[in-house]
């Protein structure tokens, strides 16, 4: 697929997706989130790529928001089209079988903050400022803000930074949990592609499944994650990769995991 809003590149074993719109501080149009879902598509299908790193051109912006023109001409019925073609891009990231890390470069706000959200890691450089504006406009986050960050940083501190607007600069995201890591701007992508390094050392399939694990677990009692849990470790054990963990470890080796 030819892409005009991505920069799509691949090298051992990491696909990078670059957002290149920087005339509009990389802001999200419809086009571009049909983009993104192809773009993570292609890479989850593709077999030389073991993690996904996110980011955005330049160094002011990971993702300014959503392309505000778009928004002027919707109503109750467009907008619920709207909200659910990024709701469904947002869980196409979520639900990656392989690591997804953000490395937020600048302003993440609206929709950037909530594809952030989507993504398995975060990690932000020291000038990333991160929020939810959309009550500013009139209108709520829609591409699952609502739902993502109230569970990542709890219901008060969401419901403050939702009603507020405000965005939150990197040092408060890092304190309240928003992000991982906070790194100079610099070093944020040498710091994303070291931590990639370190993740697909390990077994693919065991990671694949670990994100099974948390994403279907996370809304059920700790009763059903748990029977969960141990289902997915099942299906875990029953690899070629489990064996070969197992094998190297008692021979005092590095396995050779074939995500198998």
């Not at 051992?12 to 993104?36: C, D, F, M, S, V």
């Not at 891009?89 to 890390?101: A, L, S």
């Not at 504006?133 to 008060?156: A, C, D, F």
């Not at 700790?222 to 299906?235: H, P, S, T």
Request: aromatic fraction near 6%; glycine fraction near 12%.
């Amino acid at each position: 697929m030819i892409y005009q809003s991505l920069i799509l590149r691949k090298g051992e074993g990491i696909g990078w997706i670059t957002i290149n719109r920087p005339e509009k501080l990389n802001a999200l149009n419809i086009a571009t989130i049909g983009e993104l879902q192809a773009a993570f598509r292609e890479f989850e299908a593709d077999p030389e790529v073991k993690a996904i790193i996110l980011t955005g051109t330049g160094e002011k912006a990971f993702m300014a928001g959503a392309d505000i023109g778009e928004f002027s001409g919707l109503n109750a019925e467009t907008g619920a089209y709207f909200a659910r073609r990024g709701q469904d891009m947002t869980r196409t990231i979520e639900d990656c079988g392989k690591p997804v890390i953000a490395a937020i470069n600048g302003y993440a706000l609206g929709g950037g903050t909530e594809i952030a959200l989507a993504c398995h890691i975060r990690l932000a450089s020291e000038n990333a400022k991160l929020g939810q504006p959309e009550v500013k406009l009139g209108i709520i986050p829609g591409y699952g803000g609502t739902q993502r960050l109230p569970r990542l940083v709890g219901k008060g501190k969401a419901m403050e930074l939702i009603f507020s607007g405000r965005m939150v600069e990197a040092r408060e995201a890092l304190e309240i949990g928003l992000v991982n890591k906070v790194v100079p701007l610099a070093g944020l992508l040498a710091e994303a592609e070291a931590l990639a390094r370190e993740i697909i050392r390990n077994a693919p399939l065991a990671i694949s499944y670990a994100v099974q694990a948390i994403n279907r677990g996370l809304d059920k009692s700790l009763d059903e994650g748990l029977e969960l849990e141990a289902e997915i470790f099942g299906q875990s054990c029953g690899t070629e990769d489990a064996r070969e963990g197992s094998q190297a470890f008692m021979e005092k080796r590095k396995p050779n995991f074939r995500g198998r």
